[in-house]
Every structure is written in structure tokens, then in C-alpha cells.
């Protein structure tokens, strides 16, 4: 059996992780080059790590040998959330998931339905307003913001506004500690990002227990009386759900779908009339910018992957951005081309990995697809949009959610008022 492609280097000065989190596209784009290979090795986080860049290692790595790759319990989301179910392995795991599954499936998914619906009309209905181009992914972030609080925490900015705000920027506060070094320290007048975002989780927590004892309705009152492992789970796992991660995925999305249709009428009549041709759209969208870079494991035991030997205790990473442009599946990798998904990629949604894949995929899929589907509706059903200037810098950046660098401007004109003018000039 060949070695896995590339060096392990050695323990902290062959360490690779800045460079990949520098640009971590370029870095897995070289060495694919380099090795000629989708699956290599380099040093991560200080620990020998397989690179997975291809669909069919991505698939033996999330599906075929999920069992053999476990979840870091030391990782950075334990340390920001607690012990969620997204650091956790084994039997508990699978017990989590099942609980906090039927949270967002069948009845408590439909029950959701009519607070999306009014959530994007509130957010979305006065994007032409202004008369001024849109900063869109602030727009979609605050969209995604009001969906999170009302749906998990009851809690609504048209009235709660103070109580909203207060929220929002403690959020704001604890993602950037994610973000930053994990390094708890405080000295009178200074406090590193770490432990203000470990002051503003404090603070979260206590609305959220204040929440969870108190309110009997919606998602916080059934997470309240679902079997938990412990009396802290249930506050935990809302401390994730209403975290900026979830606001900053969907703003990724949605404003890759508004660039990705900007300047092309033709595609925006046809995905409003067409929803199965909206459905190709937003695959298309998610296969080429996906906002989360891949997930991380850890193997279990010695075992292979694509061929290749992945000793105990070797890292795994999956790199969504490249297995997504794997061109063993996606002919033209690199083109937003939404017809594939009814011909020759027809089925192959599995091959994706944006939201995971397999056992330990992204529980908040189904919601996610509702909301998005909403969203792009309400967009295509009353505007038209372009960018605007019409050109822009649209380089992406990939950590930690995926977005142009630079925040895009976007035009808005609405289609009704543009038709009630036209009736008023006959
Ligand atoms: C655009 C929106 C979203 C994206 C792109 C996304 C993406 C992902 C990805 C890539 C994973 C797998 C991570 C891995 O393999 O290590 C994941 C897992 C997870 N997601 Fe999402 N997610 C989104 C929305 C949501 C929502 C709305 C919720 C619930 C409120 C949610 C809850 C979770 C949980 C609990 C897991 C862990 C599952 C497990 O480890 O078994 N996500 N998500």
C-alpha cells in the first residue's frame, strides 16, 4: 500500500496549521498539485492529519468509516459551548441526536413554518428602501439573527428590542472569543477576546436558564422536556443553536444565491417559477461556496482511505471547498452550472458535504432548506437586483464562514412598486 502523499512533519515547527488558516483553499489547491493527489498528509493543530479533497474519501471518511473517526472532545466548540452533542462520540451521541432530531422534524418543523414565513417579509421588505445599495450579508445576517431568537428563545426584536440587542451583541462578543486564541486571561482594564467571550457566554446562559425555566412554548419549551443527559445539556445546546455561527451560515448562503443571480433576469424568472429549478440553484450554490470549510476527526484505530494507510490518532479533515470541485464527479468544477443537478449530477446530493454527510450530518438541514427556500422566494418574488457599483471584488474568503472579503453592495428594486408605477404613468 502507497504512504499517504506528503510529510507529517515534526511535532510544532512542522506545524502547517497558520498557513491553512491563512488561505485554506490555496493551501489544499497546492498540494492537490503537488502530490497529485485529492488525500495528503501535513501537520495540524500539531498532529499528522489526513487531508480529504475528493468525494470518494469524504464519503468512506463521514460515511462508510464513520465509525472508525471520532469527534475531538478537546476541540474549540467544547470549550465556547460546552459539551453539545457536536464534540461528542459513541452511544451518547447517538442518543442526543435522536432527542434534539425530532426538534427539527415533522410537526415542530411545520410549527416554524409561519414565524420564517414573517421573519423574511419583516427583514427583507425594505431592501430598496434606502434608494442606496445594500451591504447584503449584513442584511441576511441580521435576517438570520431574528430566525434563530424568535424560533429557539421566543424571543422577537419588533417586542423585545433592548432584550434582542443585548443578546445579539453577547453573541457577537462570544463568537469573536471563538475566533480568537483560546487564551483566558484578564489584567485590570484589559481582558483578552477569550474571556470576554467566556463573560458574554456567562451572561447568555443565564437569559437562556431564565428562558428555559419559564417558558412553556415553542422550541425552548419542548427542549425543556426532552430526555437530556444532564440538567446543563438543554441550556448547552440552546447556547449553540442561538450562537452567531447559525445567522453567519445562512447570510453565507444567501448571499452567495443573490451574487450568484445578480445581473441574470432569465435565471431569476425561471427559479421563481420553477422550484425545482430553485432546488438546482441552491445546490449549485451550496456545492460551490459551502460556508464551512470541512469538519475534523480523529482515527480510532489504523485504517485506510482512499487506498491510503491513516495510522491511530492521525487527524482527518474534509475540505468541503475541494471535494465539492472534485472533477472525478463535477465536470467544469469550477462553474456555477445549476442544470447539472437534473442531468448528469441528477441524485448525487450525497456527494455534497456542506452540511456533513452521513451519521453525524447537520441535524438543522431540513429547517435550513425551508428557510432558505423561503428566503430566495421572497427575494425573487419582489425584486430585481444587480450589483451595484457593478464591479466589485468578489474574492472569497473561507474562514470562518465563507463570504466576498469585502462586504458586496447590492441594488434592489422592487417589482411591484415597479409595476404600481408603470399603471400610475398610464
Ligand atoms: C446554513 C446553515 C448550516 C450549515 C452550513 C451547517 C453545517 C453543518 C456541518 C458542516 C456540520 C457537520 C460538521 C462535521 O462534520 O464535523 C453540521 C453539524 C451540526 N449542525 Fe449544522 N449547519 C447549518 C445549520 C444548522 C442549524 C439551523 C442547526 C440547528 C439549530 C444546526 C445544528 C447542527 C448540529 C447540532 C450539528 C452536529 C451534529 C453531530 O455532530 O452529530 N446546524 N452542521
Not at 422534524?105 to 416554524?112: H, I, P, T, V, Y
Not at 445576517?141 to 440587542?165: H, M, Y
Not at 467566556?198 to 437569559?207: E, F, G, T, Y
Request: proline letters at 6%; charged letters at 20%.
Amino acid at each position: 500500500m502507497y504512504k499517504l502523499p506528503g510529510n507529517a512533519g515534526v511535532s510544532v515547527f512542522g506545524d502547517k496549521s497558520l498557513e491553512f488558516y491563512r488561505d485554506p483553499v490555496s493551501f489544499c489547491q497546492q498540494r492537490i498539485e503537488k502530490h497529485r493527489s485529492r488525500v495528503f498528509q501535513c501537520r495540524m493543530l500539531n498532529r499528522p492529519t489526513a487531508f480529504i479533497c475528493s468525494v470518494q474519501g469524504m464519503r468512506e471518511l463521514l460515511c462508510e468509516k464513520s465509525n472508525l473517526f471520532l469527534k475531538d472532545p478537546t476541540d474549540l466548540m467544547t470549550n465556547m459551548y460546552g459539551d453539545t452533542v457536536v464534540t461528542t462520540n459513541g452511544e451518547e451521541a447517538c442518543l442526543l441526536r435522536l432527542s434534539l432530531t425530532s426538534l427539527f422534524a415533522g410537526s415542530c418543523l411545520e410549527s416554524s413554518s409561519d414565524y420564517i414565513t414573517s421573519v423574511c417579509e419583516r427583514c427583507l421588505k425594505d431592501l430598496s428602501l434606502s434608494g442606496q445599495p445594500e451591504c447584503v450579508y449584513s442584511a441576511f445576517k441580521r435576517l438570520g439573527t431574528e430566525l434563530v431568537l424568535g424560533l429557539f428563545l421566543n424571543i422577537r426584536a419588533e417586542e423585545q428590542p433592548d432584550l434582542f440587542q443585548e443578546i445579539m451583541q453577547l453573541c457577537t462578543q462570544h463568537w469573536h472569543g471563538l475566533i480568537s486564541a483560546p487564551i483566558n486571561l484578564k489584567v485590570p482594564l484589559w481582558s483578552s477576546g477569550f474571556s470576554t467571550a467566556l463573560d458574554a457566554r456567562d451572561k447568555l446562559m443565564v437569559i437562556i436558564k431564565d428562558k428555559l425555566e419559564n417558558d412553556t412554548q415553542g422550541f425552548v419549551g419542548s427542549l425543556g422536556s426532552l430526555p437530556l443527559p444532564d440538567s446543563t445539556s438543554a441550556s448547552q445546546h440552546l447556547l449553540l443553536f442561538i450562537s452567531a455561527l447559525i445567522p453567519k451560515a445562512l447570510a453565507s448562503l444567501l448571499t452567495s444565491f443573490t451574487l450568484a443571480l445578480s445581473g441574470n433576469k432569465q435565471a431569476r424568472l425561471r427559479a421563481m417559477e420553477d422550484p425545482d429549478y430553485l432546488r438546482t440553484v441552491l445546490l449549485e450554490v451550496q456545492r460551490l461556496w459551502p460556508p464551512f470549510i470541512g469538519g475534523r476527526r480523529i482515527a480510532d484505530q489504523d485504517t485506510t482511505i482512499a487506498g491510503f494507510p491513516v495510522p491511530k490518532d492521525y487527524g482527518a479533515i474534509y475540505i468541503s471547498h475541494s471535494v465539492h470541485r472534485d472533477p472525478e464527479v463535477f465536470q467544469q468544477p469550477d462553474n456555477f452550472l445549476p442544470e447539472r443537478w437534473s442531468g448528469r449530477n441528477a441524485g448525487q446530493e450525497h456527494y455534497l458535504c456542506s452540511f456533513g454527510n452521513g451519521p453525524r450530518s447537520c441535524i438543522g438541514t431540513k429547517l435550513t432548506d425551508v428557510f432558505l427556500k423561503e428566503a430566495c422566494m421572497y427575494l425573487l418574488k419582489h425584486y430585481d437586483w444587480c450589483l451595484d457599483p457593478p464591479s466589485q471584488d468578489l474574492e472569497y474568503k473561507w474562514l470562518p464562514v465563507s463570504r466576498p472579503a469585502n462586504p458586496p453592495t447590492i441594488s434592489f428594486t422592487r417589482l411591484d412598486l415597479t409595476r404600481s408605477d408603470r399603471s400610475d404613468t398610464n
